[in-house]
C-alpha cells in the first residue's frame, strides 16, 4: 500500500469512533422500547419467568419449565390462564394488564407459544402419564406409595433422608398449593434430582392412582401448630 493510500484510510478509521456527533444516528432513548412493546420471547421469558423458575438449581425455585414431561401435562389454555391470573394465594404472580401485571395479552400469547415449543414427545415415558388435575387420593394408600416411590430419598417420614430433603415442613406445605404437590409427583424437579413418576423405582412407574393417593398424602401433613389441618386455599380448577 502506497503512503497517499494509506491516509484516507487511516482518517475513515480515526473517524469510526467518533461518529456520535453525526446527525441521524440514533439516540439511547430511539433504541429504548416500551416494557409493552417486547415481543421477543427470549427476552419476555427470560425478564419475567427465569428468576423463579430457573433451569438449574435454585434456591427460591420453582419447577423448571423446559420440561416435556411436565409440558405434555398442561393444555396451553392453561398455561395462559395461570400467567394471565397468577396462582391465587401463591407466590406466581398475575402478569395480565387487567390482574395488575405488566404484560399485554400478544405477549402472554407469545410467551405461551414459546414455551410449548418446548414440548417434545419424543422424550416422553412410555408408561401411561397420570393426568394434570384430578381429585386428591387416599390418604392411606399415599402413605404406602410414599414408602414405596419417595421415601429412598426423602426419608421414611418424608422428614428428609441423606439424598434429599423434607417434603413435610409445615412451612413448606403452606407455602405451595395442593396442584403444584400434583405436578411434582408426576413430573418431579428433574433439574434437582427429584426423578418423575415413571422413573423412582426401576421397572416400576406409578400409576395415575398412586399420584392422587401420594399427593393426598402429602396435602394431609400440613398441619398448623395446633396439629390441625389449616384453612387451605382450594385447589385450581
Ligand atoms: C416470583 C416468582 C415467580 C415468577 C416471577 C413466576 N412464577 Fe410461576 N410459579 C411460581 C410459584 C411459587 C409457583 C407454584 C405455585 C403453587 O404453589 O401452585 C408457580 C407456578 C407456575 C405454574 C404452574 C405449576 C404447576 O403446578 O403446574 C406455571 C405454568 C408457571 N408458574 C409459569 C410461569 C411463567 C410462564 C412465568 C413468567 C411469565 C412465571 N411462572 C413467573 C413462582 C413464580
Ligand atoms: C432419587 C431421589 C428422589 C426420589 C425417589 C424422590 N425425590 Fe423428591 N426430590 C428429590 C430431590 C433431590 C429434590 C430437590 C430438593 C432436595 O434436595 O430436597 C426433591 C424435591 C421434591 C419436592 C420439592 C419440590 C419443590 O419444587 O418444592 C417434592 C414435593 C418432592 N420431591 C416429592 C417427591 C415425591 C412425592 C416422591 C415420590 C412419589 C419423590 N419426591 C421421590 C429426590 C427424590
Given at each position: ?142 402413605n404406602a ?5 419417595c421415601a ?86
Open positions: 500500500m502506497t503512503a497517499a493510500r494509506a491516509i484516507p484510510a487511516l482518517l475513515a478509521a480515526l473517524a469510526l469512533p467518533s461518529c456520535d456527533w453525526m446527525p441521524g444516528k440514533p439516540t439511547l432513548a430511539d433504541k429504548w422500547q416500551a416494557p409493552s412493546e417486547i415481543t421477543s420471547f427470549t427476552e419476555l421469558y427470560n425478564s419475567n419467568c427465569l428468576g423463579c423458575h430457573a433451569d438449574g438449581r435454585s434456591i427460591a425455585g420453582s419447577n423448571t419449565l423446559k420440561d416435556p414431561l411436565y409440558l405434555s401435562l398442561l393444555a396451553p389454555e392453561k398455561l395462559r390462564e395461570i400467567i394471565a391470573a397468577g396462582i391465587n394465594g401463591h407466590s406466581m404472580p398475575a402478569f395480565a394488564k387487567e390482574n395488575g401485571g405488566q404484560l399485554t395479552d400478544q405477549q402472554i400469547d407469545i410467551l405461551v407459544a414459546g414455551i410449548m415449543e418446548w414440548r417434545d414427545p419424543s422424550k416422553l415415558p412410555a408408561a401411561p402419564i397420570p393426568p394434570y388435575s384430578a381429585p386428591l387420593g387416599d390418604v392411606a394408600a399415599g406409595a410414599f414408602a414405596q416411590y429412598s430419598c426423602h426419608g421414611a417420614d418424608g422428614n428428609g433422608g441423606e439424598k434429599a430433603g423434607s417434603v413435610v415442613n409445615p412451612y413448606y406445605l403452606d407455602l405451595v398449593s395442593d396442584q403444584y404437590l400434583r405436578t411434582i409427583a408426576i413430573a418431579g424437579r428433574p433439574e434437582l434430582g427429584c426423578p418423575d413418576f415413571a422413573h423412582r423405582v426401576p421397572g416400576r412407574p406409578m400409576s395415575p392412582q398412586e399420584v392422587s393417593d401420594v399427593t393426598a398424602w402429602l396435602v394431609s401433613r400440613r398441619v398448623n401448630e395446633f396439629g390441625q389441618p389449616p384453612q387451605t386455599i382450594p385447589n385450581q380448577p
